[in-house]
């Protein structure tokens, strides 16, 4: 019993002992699992590290985009610091981005991004990193050494141009890898409203030529922009037209606006703040879209032209002028939008329904549209990640805006050369309309005056002679407004001439108690007809209608003014008492019509005349007038 007691006292004190073994370990297993989770946590960073893929930049790499390989947090509140991002749960939140460009929510204050490079030669690898998107407010890049010391550089609009690291009109740091060293860089990104990081590792030498290159074609573009500003200048003295004060007006803002964008407001408006420079950006877009939209409107002249879309142009103008005050003290990025996509639409829309109306100022203005349209839309995909970020799209707003410009100027050029062209012609045509006024009114008048002065001096005066004066002094009258007509509207449109021809024959024939009928066939009534051709009409028109009251007893006459294919045809026909019309005869020129042709081939027209006893006339000039360029 004893030694089984003692046996069993052993065996408990063993299973007491082992009961205590277990217990103690028991009660150690918490203490080891917070030890493991500590050493999980403490190594986190550099498991996420380890996760993050290596860009190796090799002999041959010498511009490498690197917008694939980052890695985003974005921090809404923006009071993140580079320690809450190297380690515990935000170390966690970092995610790569499904866009070919890195952004992140216009919603966040400020977002961190991080990419790690390798440099596998067996020297030094000194490098650029460029951010290839300027309206940035700040961009910060941390740098962690292997005795874990961090750096920090600053570049953006926040920073001066000459505080920056790599003085360069967008954000850049200078990187500097050792022999065989793989280095994590952490960014942080603060900016009001974008937050677009097109990121670009440069090699050294690479990175300063291309900003040569960029600083000259900058140079170049400004340069011809400037160019442009000072042209549209002078054609807004030479032309005195609405639209180009507003071309004027445009090309201003692109020079204020575009600098923004590329950066080199930095360099061109050293002295206004940053927060000016950035803010300013939503208000101007709004004020270029109301200047579009009244230059669209005046250059169009939808007023007259368009009523329908005048009233849309106006409404749009007045929206973008109704939310500008609200860009300066809050966020109206998503209307803004709408309103430059509305406002392409209503200016494409115009443009294309005055086109079909074969404006030739619609058409110049849709190709000057076009490379904006195409700029706008390619910048827009970029802002939304559609598109990745290049060279060729951050060159589009200038190419767009230079063709654009170019344009317009050279539709205005041509319309100052064609005002120019017709004031010459108007001062030929006046010249040649004074001395048929002396010719052909003043020496009839002085021949009409001496003839009756004679006759009273002899005390011979007739009725007979008195009808011979009468009729010289009619047509003198006749012809004077036929020259007063032709100067007070240098020329005329198709219409107006028919108005005018209808007027004239109504007044003339009426008191002789003939009917009168005008019939009009005006392909293009509102097309402008040159003053010679107004006046060669008008002369035979005045002509023929004497010789109906003078000898042809009719009782109706009936004209008609044709203006197709580029001629211009008037026919006057009379139910009159006819005669016998031989063209080859020697009498050609009898009953006025000599006079007639001489007028008419004076002014390369074609005149020709059938008649026939008891059958009545018709007496027909046809032309080929120059016209105009249509506006």
């Known amino acids: 019993m004893d030694e089984f007691s003692s046996g069993s006292t052993a065996s408990m004190r063993r299973g007491h002992t082992y009961r205590g073994i277990e217990t103690s370990h028991m009660r150690t297993r918490p203490k080891l699992y917070l030890f493991l989770v500590l050493l999980v946590i403490a190594r986190a960073p550099a498991a996420a590290h380890s996760a993050l893929e290596a860009l190796v930049l090799g002999e041959s790499v010498r511009s490498l985009p690197i917008g694939r390989s980052i890695e985003v947090l974005d921090d809404p509140a923006g009071n993140l610091a580079i320690e809450d991002v190297l380690s515990g749960e935000k170390a966690r939140g970092f995610a790569r981005p499904s866009e070919k460009t890195p952004y992140a929510s216009n919603d966040s204050a400020a977002c961190w991004a991080r990419f790690r490079l390798s440099n596998p030669l067996d020297r030094p690898r000194e490098l650029v990193l460029e951010i290839g998107f300027a309206p940035l407010e700040l961009v910060e890049l941390y740098v962690t050494g292997p005795d874990g010391a961090r750096s920090v550089m600053r570049a953006g609009y926040a920073v001066p141009f000459s505080d920056r690291p790599v003085r360069h ?58 160019i442009l500003f000072l042209n549209a200048l002078v054609l807004v003295y030479k032309l005195r037209e609405a639209a180009t004060l507003y071309l004027s007006m445009f090309v201003l803002s692109f020079l204020v606006f575009l600098p923004t964008i590329d950066g080199s407001a930095a360099v061109l408006y050293p002295f206004v703040p940053h927060t000016l420079l950035l803010g300013g950006h939503t208000p101007a877009v709004l004020i270029e879209n109301a200047l579009f939209l009244l230059f669209t409107r005046s250059y169009l002249d939808t007023p007259r032209n368009l009523p329908r879309f005048d009233r849309a142009l106006v409404i749009a103008a007045a929206a973008s002028a109704l939310v500008l005050p609200l860009a300066l003290f809050a966020d109206v990025f998503t209307l803004t939008r709408v309103l430059m996509i509305s406002t392409a639409l209503i200016g494409i829309s115009t443009g294309i329904a005055l086109y079909l109306r074969a404006a030739r100022r619609a058409r110049d203005f849709l190709l000057a549209l076009l490379p904006v349209c195409v700029t706008t839309v390619l910048l827009m995909l970029r802002d939304l990640a559609v598109l990745e970020d290049s060279a060729f799209i951050r060159v589009s707003p200038y190419v767009g805006t230079l063709c654009m410009s170019f344009i317009l100027s050279s539709s205005f050029a041509d319309r100052l050369r064609s005002v120019t062209r017709s004031y010459r012609e108007a001062r030929g045509d006046l010249t040649r309309l004074t001395v048929v006024l002396h010719n052909s009114l003043l020496n009839k008048l002085e021949a009409a005056g001496n003839y009756l002065r004679a006759q009273i001096d002899s005390g011979g005066l007739s009725s007979e002679k008195l009808s011979y004066a009468q009729r010289l002094l009619s047509h003198c009258s006749s012809e004077g407004r036929n020259i007063l007509f032709t100067l007070k509207n240098s020329g005329c449109a198709a219409e107006r001439l028919a108005q005018e021809l209808r007027f004239r024959g109504e007044m003339a024939l009426y008191l002789q108690e003939v009917s009168f009928r005008l019939v009009t066939d005006l392909e293009s009534p509102y097309e402008q007809l040159d003053s010679d051709s107004v006046y060669c009409v008008m002369a035979v028109y005045n002509e023929l209608l004497n010789n109906v009251l003078k000898h042809s007893g009719a009782r109706a006459v009936e004209a008609v003014l044709v203006h197709r294919g580029g001629r211009l045809t008037l026919s006057v026909w009379d139910d009159g008492k006819g005669f016998e019309y031989d063209p080859a005869a020697p009498g050609r020129g009898s009953y006025g019509f000599g006079l007639i042709g001489e007028i008419a081939r004076a002014s390369g027209a074609v005149f020709d005349v059938f008649s026939s006893p008891g059958k009545g006339t018709l007496a027909m000039i046809s032309l080929r007038p120059r016209l105009s360029p249509r506006r």
């Open 169 to 226: 009109l967008k954000p850049a740091f200078p990187l500097t890898l050792a022999p065989g060293e793989t280095a994590v860089f952490y960014l942080r990104i603060q900016s009001r409203v974008w937050k677009i990081f097109p990121c670009v590792v440069h090699s050294k030498a690479d990175f300063h030529a291309e900003s040569m290159i960029t600083f000259a074609a900058l140079g170049l573009f400004y340069g011809g922009l400037i």
